[in-house]
Every structure is written in structure tokens, then in C-alpha cells.
């Protein structure tokens, strides 16, 4: 598989950095915080970047989609995580799109992947329910009710899920918490009566929220896939969320590199610049080191998405598990570099520290991708 | 049919052909692996056909030229090879330093009368080599080396002391560093010499290791006589080789931590299962479970990486101090490994020799023993930190 970028895929990238940069600084998101931002991103930039194409790199072309890889979208991702970019692509395209195209009806997919694509309809994933991502232990129920089903139960970390139009709903229709058989997937819009969303603010100033179920009503139509066999659907959609979360987390930890070792190139103590200490010094290449072993397994996880190879699973979890343990390392490192100025709200460099420490707890800390990671591995 | 699958067909019929049965046989132990030599120690006549036959068509050097006896192959071509060989289980008819470490830079920096008479020999492994690098007072600082080689007009004279030379008590031909000029700062006055571990002067004395094994020695050197024409490159211009050589010398060390099997013919997985408890098919222990999980991942990490490697120079993307990256990356990750499977061996792993120990528990005692060496052989880690901090992320000094 192609550990290399394509032509295309270098332009690619380079057209998204430029736009970056040039869109959304780091002082973008630093401004959506501290103005308390209803929705937390910036609505005319996220339709921008959906008529870049942004939001349906990976559809089909038949809804709306431009029919690309996740190498690409990889690669925004990437780059998006270098600028800590407020966007809704992780929630929307990958994790509730995603459902809807990976198990969805014709009716389902047309109606949602078409808006998302255009950027005219936000979406979350409801799935975790504790205070770590565990997707089998999910508790909520769905019962058979006046012709469809009523849900009870409550999510958490539900990501942007303060401006999702429509949650897809990880419910319980049979078994017990820890089943992988029972699951089922709802799409439930944002309105019905008896969900309530309660906003949560992050410490990277981006959010999410938790979602209260009591009786909510709907459809047999909301159904996403067979009934009990919600799992099907929702293991491919992690994976693909994994590889992509991965290659942010590159992004961003890169950034947080380069800037410490611009630092430690620039900063003088003791009548020289910091960087000729061996103590800093031998940090700084370990890191480096690091990021390479990262880039690496990014790349191969996202091609093999993309070839639909077998050890996907395996991958995605061996990439996210990396990327946790190397955004740890550099955002922690990166904030002791730079010193006192490195604690500080306006010092910048903190700021990519608390994105990376988000995103380490995000669908699965390490501990829980090295457990997966054995177990598909037969041990 | 396309060239490379001619080639594919061709390679899998001479190997049919000409690999004896014995040699498709796993490698057993280290005694069984061929390093070629005069001496010919333990060189079954299985080994010495292999030998001379993969010798003859030069495909013990897939790559290198037809005229020096190479099997001027392209490198697609020598993968193909390379597949066809681990497809027929052959083994490698020869591993040598020749090989690995001075061909590439013979190569490279030889004149033609050299390449001429040494990269021949080395094809068919007529000679063993041996590198004279280390001293004992010249370590991680290498160019602070001061074995001197003094003109005398059709020769140099060579006294001195090289320590950590790789099997010098089974070597033919040394490949070393000298000093033949002492009076100009330290990386100028190094010279590159060929000569002869029969020469008189030439003394050997085998170092025992932590692990209990030899490997290495020390080298004395009084008053060897080296012919003038045994100088490789310009006069004190020998560190550029040097550094060459280095680079190619901490590729190969640090691939050596690929085989994740190692010495070990079943993995971490299984060995934890049998020492820690198994529960489901599970190990049993969940901290131990979570350790070879890690290793298993950075091992999919790293070699992701070196295929990132191998991908990018194929796309003609200068490879810069990736060596550095895979020789610090590649030893530290085989110092984990060992580490990691004599604490699930436990108490097992504890012995020396004699009964209680099978042996797999006594082989891996003292495989983790000798891994204490890859991060300080051929260029400690923290040199390599060096490397990597200067080079590549430009802090300076």
C-alpha cells in the first residue's frame, strides 16, 4: 500500500494548508472561545470548505460526493489539525454520515449525504455512555412501540452534538451491556420530543454534549441497518474515524513540534540558544522520531481503508493508540519547552496541548486500543 | 510476458536447480550460518556448493556490477530474487561484512585496480572481513582514533589497538581506520587500509561478553607492514568512507530488530500465554497483555516506516539520516523485546546452563543479554540522538 503521496495528493495538501492558513489561523479558534460562540465554528467557513469539497471527499458521486479516499481526507484532516480548525467534518461526514453510508437505505442515503455534502446539515454520533469509549457497553434501550420504537437512556461526549440537526442513536434492542449483538442505530432529528441536549464546552474550546433520552419516539423508517445488528455498521465507521482522528492528531502534534523546536532555535539562556543542550537536545530528536514511526502508520492506515484491506481493525487501533502516546509526548514536551511563557493562555502552544489531550480520550484511550489491537490479534 | 516475470521464472528454476535440499532447511543455530573465509569453519559440502554456486552467478551481491562479479541486477529484479528465495526456503548462501559494510563503500570510493582484485573475492566469499573501527580510547568519539600508519614509501606502517572487532579470530582481512597524520585536526588525518590478519604483527584476543559469548576482540597491531596499494580513497581523507561505511554498518543493525521472532521461533504472543496463563485464548495477565500489544505495534510502526523508507528512495526522495532513525528506532525496540520476554519467562529466564532450563528459556537468558550491546554497537543511541538533533533538526553545538 502507498506510503507515499501522489502528486495529486501533495497539491492536494498544499491547497488545503494555504487555505488554512489563510481562513483559519490559530487565533480563529481562540476567538470562537472567547466569544462563546453558539455553535463553536464558523458557519461560512464551513460552507466553504463544503463547496471545496471537503464534506463528501468520500461520498459516492451519486449523492453529492467527489468519490475520493480517506488518504485525502486524511490529509485535510492533517492539515486542519495543524491550525486546530473548528470544524464539524469528524462529527457530520465521518462518525453520523458515515453510519448513514455505510448502513443506510437508498432513501436515507440520498436524503442525508446529499445535505451533508453540501454542507447544509450537521450530524453527531450518541454512543458513548461512560466515562470511556467502550461502543458494546452501550445501555440506552429501544423498545417496540406504536409501530416503531421508543429510546430511554443517556450519551455523553455526543461531539458537536449541541448543532446536530439529527444524532444517529446507538440503542439497545436485545441483550445486555457488553453484547456485541443487539445494537441498533437511529437516526433521530434533533427536535423530537423527549431529547434533551445539554451543551459541553471542552478544554480545546471545541464541544460537545450530553444527550438525555426519555421516550423518544420514532420511526421504523429511523432505522439504520438491520435491527440487533447495529455493531455491523458502527465497526467500520470507528475505523475509518480512527484513521482520520490519527492523522489530525499527526497534524496537530507536528505543529506543536515545529513550534518547540522553532523555540528551542531561538530562545537564549545562559548566553545561547537553548537548543545546544544535550537535555533538550536528545528530547527534541526522540520526538522526531516519533513522529516519523506516526506519519508511517497513519498513512498505511488510511490507505488500507482505502484498499479495504483486512487489517483494518487492527491498524486503525495500532494508529490511534500511537498517535495518543505521541500527541501525549510532544504536547506535553512542547508546553515544558517553552517554559514559563509555555503555561500561559496567550502563548499558543498550550492550546495544541489540550487539543491533542482531547483526542487522546476520544474513541479509545491507549490502553483500550492495545486490548483491541490483541484480541484481533488472537491474544 | 513481461521482463520481470521472465526473470521471476528463471530465478525459480536455477534455484530449484541448483539450492541443495540442505540448504532449505532453517538455520538451527549460529554455527550453521555460512560467512565465507579461508578458514571455511564448519562449511559442510552442501554449504560450499550453495556458496559457490549463488559466488559464480553473483548473486550473493544481486546488485552490484556484472564486471566485479555481481549479479547486475536491477533492484527490482533483486527483489524479485529475494522473494523466489524465501519462497524455496534457501537460505542465504553467505553473510558477511563484506557484504553488508565494505563492498557498498569499495564501491564507491576504491580505484579501479581495487575494486578489481577485492569486490570479487567478496561475491564469492573468498575472505572474511573483519572492521577495525573502535579503540579503546576512541569509543563514541571514533575520529579521536590512534593507531598510526606511518609512510615508509611502498608501505605503511601500523601499530596500535582496535577493540570490538566484530570475529576477528575467524577474519582474513581487516578493513581499518588509521592515523597518518596526526598533526592536523582530527577527521583529517584519517586513512582507509586493506590488509591481511596473517600479516606479521597482527594479534588477537577474544573479549567475553555479559551473555558468555565472544564475538568480539581486541586487535593489536606492531609493526604490520601494509602494501601502499591497500589504501582505499585519498590519504587522510578516510572518515568520509568512514561515515559511509557507518551508515551502512547501522542500516543492517537496526533491521536486525525486524525479525520480531528474533532467536525465538514463536512470538511474544504465544510465549506470554504459556507463561503468564492463557484465559480464552487471551493471556491471562492483563499487563502483560497490554506490554506485547505495545511491542507488536511499534514493530508495525517500524516497519511501516522502513517500507516508508524504501517507497520514498524508489520515488527518488533523498533518504537523509534515515540510517540514524532505524539503527536508534530498530536497537532500543529489540532491547524492549527482550526485556519484555524475560519478565513473562520469569524465574525461567534466570538460568545460565545445566537442567531446570529448556532451551528456549537459556537461548533467550542470553540473546537478552547480548541486546544490552545493539544500543551501543555501531554508534551508541545517544549518538545517534546527536546525529538526528544536528542533521536533521539543525540545533547546533
Redesign the interface.
Known sequence: MALVLTEEQELLKQTVRDFVQEKSPVTELRRLRDSSDATGFDGALWKEMAELGWASVVYPEDFGGMDMGYMELGLIFEECGRSLVAHPLLATVVLGGGCVLEGGNETQKKDVLTAVAGGERLLSLALQEGAHHAPLAVATRAEEADGGYRITGSKTFVLDGHVAEQLVVVARTSGDPGDRDGLTLFLVDAGTPGLEVTRTRNMDGRNAANVNLSGVQVERSAVIGEIGAGAEVLEPVLDRALAVISAEMFGTASEAFDRALEYLKTREQFGVVIGSFQGLKHRAADMFVELELSRSIVFDTLSAVDAGAGDVPSLASCAKARLNDTAFQVGNEAVQMFGGIGVTDEEEIGLFMKRARVLQSTLGNSSYHRDRFAALQGF | MSDLEAFRQEARSWIEENCPPAMRERVESPDEIEWGGRAAQGRTDDRKVWLDRMGEKGWTCPTWPKEYGGGGLSKAEAKVLQEEMREAHARPALTSFGISMLGPALLEYASEEQKKHFIPQIVKGEIFWCQGYSEPGAGSDLASLQTRAEDKGDHYLVNGQKIWTSYADKADWIFCLVRTNPDVPKHDGISFLLFDMASPGVTVSPIQLISGSSPFCQTFFQDVEVPREQLVGEVNSGWTIAKRLLQHERSMIGGMGLGLGGGLSRGA?EI??DYCGEND???AD?VA??R???L???A???G??T??AA??AK?G?PPGPASS?FK??GTEMNKRRHELLISIMGTQATGWDGEGFNAEELGETRDWLRSFGNSIEGGTS?V???I??KR??????
Open positions: 504472543p506470554a500465554k485464548g487471551r493471556i492483563p497483555r497490554d506485547v500489544s505495545q507488536q505495534m511499534d508495525r510502526c517500524y511501516a516506516t517500507r516508508r517507497e520514498e520515488a526522495i532513525i536508534l528506532y545517544e545517534q540522538l546527536n538526528i538533533a536533521v533538526l539543525g540545533l547546533p553545538d
